[in-house]
DNA sequence: TTTGATAGTTCCGAAGTCCCGAACTATGGG
DNA sequence: CCCATAGTTCGGGACTTCGGAACTATCAAA
């Protein structure tokens, strides 16, 4: 298997970000990949609240957040371990991922909030 | 002519602030907007860059924009004017926009610094 | 009021993107 | 070697985006 690509932090561009970060589907694996430091494989996100997610998307979902440079992956084994690259991301883009992770977090809770 | 739909404030999500801004011409468009406080029409904002954007093209961007609840459109006789919501959006997710904003700069900034 | 100019919107077809099932590839264990 | 598991690629249908041409809205001048 090919080694992934993975951009260099000069090279990550805001609006890969946001466009990765704009499908609520992406975001809430990427809110779950930074919570966890590290996230052992892609079928430990399979779904997303209530909806499952298929393979095939599930990885189109990890290639768009590795190449725009949010996360890092590597292959060990049979299985993947999926790293944020939010401290990086942050030294180029400060407040960048906090702050749209905390507008996520925001409406969620008010999502909440109205059963 | 029907008035313009904006939504409330409640009603702003973030993945459509991401996705609105996701698209650099559009994040152009909204940077000058905050910037001069009010644009005093879609045509004042014609070129971005070296590349003219068809009036067609503008229109469905304001209009992105305008849902997004990123601006607010009123026509003033012939033309519109648009002003940014940033105040608004700024209250219900704080730094979002600043941090989305200065990111842009950024990479602007260095795209300039290598011609 | 009619005519004209200017500012935006709508329509629609071509091009592009996204979604997901099915088939495929890669890795490790027995 | 064969199987199971984890992930990727392919392909077609649905959806989105772009931009030219035609349309609408508003105001001003004759």
């Known amino acids: ?29 990427f809110a779950r990949i930074s919570g966890a430091g590290c996230v052992e494989a892609c ?30 992956c590597e292959r060990h084994g049979v299985e993947m371990r999926n790293h944020s690259r939010c401290a990086e991301v942050e030294a180029r883009y400060p407040g960048l991922l906090s702050a749209i992770m905390s507008a996520y977090a925001r409406t969620d809770a008010s999502a909440m909030a109205t059963p």
Request: hydrophobic letters at 45%; zero cysteines; aromatic letters at 4%.
């Open 43 to 72: 079928t430990a996100v399979s779904a997303v609240g209530d909806r499952v997610i298929p393979k095939s998307s599930l990885s189109s979902h990890f290639k768009v957040l590795r190449e725009a440079g949010l996360i890092r």
């Open 1 to 29: 298997m090919r080694s992934l690509f993975h951009p260099a932090l000069e090279d990550v561009r805001p609006e890969a970000i946001l466009h990765a970060l704009s499908d609520p589907t992406r975001a809430a694996i």
